[in-house]
C-alpha cells in the first residue's frame, strides 16, 4: 500500500496473532552505496565471528516480503544475499518490525509461538535480532543473528548487536544528510568527519576480531561457569559500547582524551563488577595532555579494560581491600607508556591460556607494534610502551 511518497508493510506479531502496518523505506531514499554495504558486510561478519553463529544478517523489509541484505561469510549459514519470505507468516524479524523492539528466543522449539516459525526450516532455532530504522522512522529492516543450537549466550551480546545497530543507523544518516545533533557534536567537513568514522569503526573491528579469537565462546556445559562467562563477556562488550559512545561523542573526535576515557572505562566496570569492587580504590594518573587518535585510544581503553577485569575477578580473593592504578604518559610526542597495576595476591605471567585476559592484553599490545611486560612481584603489573604508526613510518 502507497500513499504519497510512504510506503507501509503488513507485519505479523507471531505470539500475539495480530497484524500490524508500519512504514517501510519510501522511493524518496536514496539508495545504499557499494562502499556502505561492503562496511556492513565486514560488521556481519566480525558480529557472527565474535558470537560463533552461523548467520548474522541484515534484512531489508519490502511492501510485501523481507529478504536478506547482507548474510555473513560464515560456515553453515543457510541464508543467501537477495533471498526473501513472504510477509505475515510469522518470521522472527517480523515480531521485531511490528513490535518496534528487540526479540530473542533461546530455542524456538520450547515455545509454542515460534517451534513452527519459517526459520525452522533452516534449522534457525536461536534468535537475536533488532530494528533498523532510517532517520525519519521508516524501518530498512533489522539486524539479526541466528543459531541451529540453543544459545544462551545469545542474550550476553545484546549491547554489541545495539553497537553496531547504531553503527548502520548513523550510516544511514549519513547518506540522508541528517546528521542527529545528539550522535554528531562536532563540525568537520564531511569528508575529514567520515575519516574519523572509518577509524573508529576499525579501531572497534579490530578489537571484536581479537575478541572473537579468544576461543569459541560457548561453554560445554554449566560446569565450564557459563554464568561467569557471560558476566564476563557483557563487562567486556559494556566497555566497548561505552568505548565507542565517548569517541563518537568526543568533542574531537581525532584526538580523544585518555583521562575521561579511562575514568568512563572504570565506572562501567565498577557497574558490572559492584560486589568485586566494593573494596577496591582505583588511581588514575594521565595527564590532560595525553588525547591519542580513536584507533590507539580505543587499544588502549580495551587493554585498560582487560587488565582492570583481571584484577578485580583474581587479584584480591580472601582480602577485605585493594587498589588498582592506572598511569599513562608520553614520554615524546608519538611514544606512550601505560602502566596498569594491582596491589593484589600477583598472577604469575606463565600461567595464562589462549583466550585469557593476559593472552588478550598481549595481542592488543601486537596491534600497537609495542611491547609488554608482566609482572607478578607485589601484585600484578603491566608495563607497555609503544609508538604510533606515523612515527614509526618516519625512522
Not at 550476553?156 to 550522535?183: F, H, N, T, W
Not at 580472601?318 to 596491589?343: A, C, F, Q, W
Request: hydrophobic share 35%; net charge negative; aromatic share 8%.
Amino acid at each position: 500500500m502507497e500513499n504519497h511518497e510512504c510506503a507501509y508493510a503488513d507485519v505479523k506479531i507471531r505470539a500475539e496473532n495480530i497484524v500490524v502496518s508500519i512504514p517501510v523505506t519510501s522511493l524518496s531514499k536514496p539508495d545504499i552505496p557499494a562502499y556502505m554495504k561492503e562496511k556492513w558486510q565486514k560488521i556481519i561478519d566480525v558480529t557472527a565471528k565474535c558470537m560463533n553463529v552461523p548467520a548474522a544478517l541484515i534484512m531489508q523489509i519490502g511492501e510485501h516480503e523481507i529478504s536478506v541484505l547482507v548474510s555473513s561469510r560464515t560456515v553453515d549459514n543457510p541464508y543467501s544475499v537477495g533471498s526473501s519470505e513472504d510477509l505475515k507468516c510469522g518470521l522472527y524479524c517480523e515480531t521485531v518490525l511490528g513490535k518496534n523492539s528487540p526479540l530473542y528466543i533461546p530455542d524456538a522449539m520450547d515455545s509454542a509461538y515460534w517451534c513452527d516459525n519459517p526459520d525452522v526450516k533452516f534449522g534457525m532455532i536461536s534468535y537475536l535480532g533488532f530494528p533498523v530504522k532510517w532517520p525519519d522512522g521508516e524501518f530498512l529492516g533489522t539486524i539479526c543473528v541466528l543459531d541451529s543450537i540453543e544459545n544462551p549466550y545469545m542474550q550476553a551480546y545484546a549491547e554489541l548487536m545495539v553497537l553496531m545497530q547504531e553503527v548502520i543507523e548513523r550510516d544511514l544518516e549519513q547518506i540522508c544528510g541528517k546528521e542527529s545533533p545528539a550522535k554528531d557534536k562536532f563540525k568537520l567537513p564531511v569528508a575529514g568527519r567520515d575519516d574519523i568514522n572509518d577509524k573508529i569503526l576499525h579501531a572497534v573491528m579490530k578489537g571484536l576480531n581479537i575478541l572473537s579469537g579468544r576461543g569459541s565462546g560457548k561453554p560445554e556445559s554449566a560446569a565450564e561457569g557459563i554464568d561467569a562467562g557471560m558476566m564476563e563477556m557483557t563487562a567486556r562488550l559494556n566497555n566497548i559500547v561505552c568505548l565507542m559512545d565517548l569517541l563518537y561523542n568526543s568533542s574531537d573526535r581525532a584526538a580523544i582524551n585518555m583521562e575521561t576515557c579511562v575514568r568512563k572505562i572504570l565506572e562501567s566496570i565498577k557497574e558490572n563488577y559492584s560486589r568485586e569492587c566494593a573494596n577496591i580504590s582505583f588511581g588514575v594518573d594521565i595527564t590532560d595532555n595525553i588525547t591519542p587518535d580513536p584507533d590507539i585510544a580505543f587499544s588502549c581503553g580495551m587493554i585498560i579494560t582487560e587488565a582492570v577485569i583481571n584484577s578485580v575477578t583474581h587479584a584480591f580473593t580472601g582480602k577485605m581491600s585493594g587498589e588498582v592504578y592506572i598511569m599513562m604518559r608520553e614520554t615524546r610526542p608519538g611514544e606512550y607508556v601505560l602502566h596498569v597495576s594491582d596491589n593484589g595476591k600477583g598472577v604469575f605471567p606463565g600461567k595464562r591460556t589462549s583466550g585469557s585476559g593476559m593472552s588478550i592484553i598481549e595481542e592488543l599490545v601486537r596491534s600497537l607494534h609495542g611491547t609488554v611486560q608482566i609482572s607478578a612481584d607485589k601484585g600484578t603489573s603491566y608495563y607497555i610502551d609503544f609508538t604510533t604508526a606515523d612515527l614509526r613510518c618516519s625512522y
